[in-house]
């Protein structure tokens, strides 16, 4: 499984991004997507996850009622729609994709998020 994610770079807080992640070598709709974020110093935590069909959808206290997961099977894609964003949800942002019944799993590249004024 190979994952591409884009749409980083630096905002103001209180706007919005939208990162995506492409996904490839895997038959898309049997991978569970997960967003993890992580800054220097500290361990990678989960942001967001949508299951395999998209029926379930998790989110990290601190960004739940901000950001919204969501996947596109026909694109291979999952987005992560980030809304009035803080200073605090600077960080690198890594996709990761899990096969259903499976325990490997994948990451991304990762792509860094700035926010500031």
């Known amino acids: 499984v190979q994952l591409v994610e884009s749409g980083g770079g630096l905002v103001q807080p209180g706007r919005s991004q939208t990162l995506s992640c492409a996904a490839s070598?895997?038959?898309?709709?049997?991978?569970?997507m997960t967003w993890y974020r992580q800054t220097p110093g500290k361990e990678r935590e989960l942001a967001a996850s949508?299951?395999?069909?998209?029926?379930?959808?998790n989110y990290a206290d601190s960004v739940k009622g901000r950001f919204t997961i969501s996947r596109d099977n026909a694109k291979n894609t999952v987005y992560l729609q980030m809304n009035s964003l803080k200073p605090e949800d600077t960080a690198a942002y890594y996709c990761?994709?899990?096969?259903?019944?499976?325990?490997?799993?994948?990451w991304g590249q990762g792509t860094q998020v700035t926010v500031s004024s």
């Open positions: 949508i299951s395999s069909v998209g029926g379930t959808k």
């Open positions: 990761n994709a899990r096969p259903v019944g499976r325990w490997d799993d994948y």
């Open positions: 070598g895997f038959t898309f709709r049997r991978l569970a």
